[in-house]
């Protein structure tokens, strides 16, 4: 089974600052996707961002970024210009074809974000 | 209701009941999913179905017995649990199974205690 590794079980950053968060992964395959997910505290698991491996170009979705090494198997989330709302639960996940499509979860990492 | 809704919130059993968790899509999705969410762990995959169909069972107890009447609905039934099974269950769902790239709809989970 493909391993990711989260490996900041918590992270601060103060409002309006930028923080990322790691994450690293094993796997052999060529096809496939990564992605990070919020959880809330009490509040619905959602998607952030997703990164399909052949995209060379880091995905972005407004405040939020990846940047995305192959090679080093490394898929960091930025958070800019954070926000109160930023503070939760963030899983970094991969998906492959070959394997099972099951989503591989890393442990997590709990964002703290302080006015 | 939107989304992917779950119920009970909350559920207290002794290791001789029997209970059962639900979980209900409004998206019109094709894949349903079961994980289980436990401190300091990754999430762990128990069951998929597929149109209905079970496609993966990560090798779960027998305690465990899911149900998939419809597309739209998915059970997990629970008998002479273990305290170690008290965890966060998650019920997710996707548009389509085979397909890695797409996300994942979760629900608000399950909080399992058992005594």
């Known amino acids: 089974a493909q391993t990711v590794t989260q490996s900041q079980p918590e992270m601060s950053v103060q409002e309006a600052e930028t923080v990322t968060l790691s994450c690293t992964y094993d796997t052999s395959e060529s096809d496939y996707y990564l992605f990070w997910y919020k959880q809330p505290p009490s509040r619905q698991m959602i998607l952030v961002i997703r990164q399909e491996a052949y995209k060379q170009q880091n995905a972005t979705e407004n405040r939020f970024s990846v940047n995305f090494q192959k090679a080093a198997k490394s898929f960091s989330l930025k958070i800019s210009d954070s926000q109160l709302g930023d503070a939760a639960m963030y899983f970094c996940a991969y998906r492959g074809s070959n394997s099972g499509y099951a989503l591989n979860f890393g442990k997590g990492t709990s964002l703290l974000v302080t006015p | 209701e939107t989304g992917v809704t779950q119920t009970p919130r909350h559920l207290v059993m002794g290791m001789t009941n029997k209970k059962s968790l639900k979980c209900e899509q409004h998206l019109g999705h094709n894949a349903m999913y079961w994980y289980k969410q436990s401190a300091k762990k990754p999430l762990e995959l128990m069951f998929v179905y597929s149109l209905e169909e079970r496609v993966e069972n990560n090798s779960v107890p027998s305690r465990f017995s899911p149900e998939c009447p419809n597309s739209s609905h998915l059970f997990l039934h629970l008998h002479t649990l273990q305290p170690e099974d008290s965890a966060l269950y998650l019920c997710?769902?996707?548009?389509?199974?085979?397909?890695?790239?797409?996300?994942?709809?979760f629900g608000p989970g399950t909080r399992l205690t058992v005594t």
């Open positions: 997710a769902s996707s548009q389509e199974y085979a397909g890695i790239g797409y996300e994942q709809y």
